[in-house]
């Protein structure tokens, strides 16, 4: 008998007035389960609901029909258990490196007994002779990296990403998802990723679900089965390409004129 999800999203609506007072319908009954340490993708095209979606999860809006739960309690409020990285990263630019990962640690009081946890995970993200520096004194690649730190060192029990590489280079978006991995394997944190990009969602992927255009439903959840580590070269991953290419073709061409983006 399979375990029970750790995610339960149910039957969930989320209406809201937009600044000209028109009713936006950005999700019309989503349901999804996500298990424990499982890597899931959310893609779909802009305004298809992705990020409404993740923030109900992370406990920043909430659903006006159905509900969320982790671990099988409701998700009413932000808690450090879903820990939430920003497109930009949002650090703290006054601080340096150490202290925006350890500002964390501070919020819940728990700084002095995890102190050394700090300097781990500066280790871990491949920032170790930054942690004096300034967020205007790195890249964007290496602030998304403490943005990831900064979460993770919560222990949380899901790590929320609203497409944290979408503004990164090629090279360094590579270069993150490769660390992003490393960090899934060695936590085993469950990781729900909001991104734009097929190919990221594939590499990183256990599962991808392809939302619509608004109102966003779920359209289609696959499986990615391709083995670890992945080649983006590879003809089984450039298969799986054109097969969600198509359906998101397929999901967007559903919808009504009105709707299409």
């Not at 779909?44 to 982790?70: E, F, H, Q, V, W």
């Not at 992927?205 to 670890?228: H, N, Q």
């Amino acid at each position: 008998m399979s375990e029970p999800a750790l995610i339960e999203i149910k039957n969930v609506f989320r209406t809201y007035i937009d600044t000209n007072d028109n009713k936006v319908e950005a999700l019309n009954d989503v349901s999804l389960s996500i298990q424990k340490g499982e890597f899931v993708s959310i893609i779909g095209s802009s305004g298809c609901g992705k990020t409404t979606l993740l923030r109900l999860l992370a406990g920043l809006d909430a659903p006006n029909m159905g509900s969320l739960t982790i671990d099988g309690h409701e998700i009413k409020n932000p808690d450090p258990e879903r820990g939430y990285v920003f497109q930009q990263g949002s650090l703290f630019p006054w601080l340096t490196v150490e202290k925006n990962i350890a500002s964390g640690l501070k919020a819940r009081g728990v700084y002095k007994k995890q102190k050394a946890d700090v300097a781990q995970y500066i280790e871990l993200i491949g920032l170790k002779g930054f942690e004096k520096a300034y967020p205007h004194q790195i890249s964007g690649g290496m602030a998304q990296r403490v943005a990831i730190a900064r979460a993770l060192i919560n222990r949380p029990t899901a790590l929320l990403l609203d497409e944290p590489m979408g503004a990164l280079d090629s090279f360094t978006r590579a270069d993150l998802q490769d660390k992003l991995l490393e960090l899934w394997k060695e936590y085993k944190t469950t990781m729900i990723l909001v991104t734009h990009d097929v190919d990221e969602a594939i590499y990183l992927s256990d599962r991808i679900v392809i939302m619509t255009p608004r109102p966003g439903k779920i359209s289609e959840i696959l499986d990615v089965k391709l083995p670890r580590p992945r080649n983006r070269a590879d003809v089984e991953f450039s298969v799986l390409r054109s097969k969600i290419l198509e359906k998101l073709h397929l999901a967007s061409a559903k919808q009504a004129p009105e709707y299409e983006i």
